[in-house]
Each structure stands twice: as structure tokens, then as C-alpha cells.
């Protein structure tokens, strides 16, 4: 799917590479960030519902 939108983007955009870099930045900014709101599941029994959160 990836290269297929970014295709997209570049036939949109008449091969202007910014919107493909914002294509790529958002989501690795929210995946960054996510792992800052994960909790960490080191040393938990994950098949318990209570140690699972």
C-alpha cells in the first residue's frame, strides 16, 4: 500500500517530494511518541487480565 499512495502522492503533487515526506514523517512522529505511552510488559504475566494493562 505504502508505494502505492506514495505514487499517488507524486502524480498529485507533479512530483513534488513534500507530501511524501509528510507521508512519512506523521506516522514515524506517532510511533515515536508511542513508545513513550506504552507501558512496559517486562516481567508480567500477560495471560492474567489483571497484569495485562
Keep these: 500500500m505504502a508505494p502505492l499512495l506514495g505514487a499517488t502522492l507524486l ?3 507533479n512530483d513534488s517530494w513534500w ?3 509528510g507521508y512519512v514523517i506523521v506516522p514515524s512522529l506517532i ?3 508511542t ?3 506504552t507501558p512496559e510488559t517486562r516481567g508480567r504475566d500477560l495471560t492474567d ?3 495485562a494493562r
Design 31 to 33: 510511533t515515536f511518541l
Design 19 to 21: 507530501p511524501l515526506a
Design 49 to 51: 487480565p489483571a497484569d
Design 11 to 13: 502524480l498529485a503533487f
Design 35 to 37: 513508545t513513550f505511552a
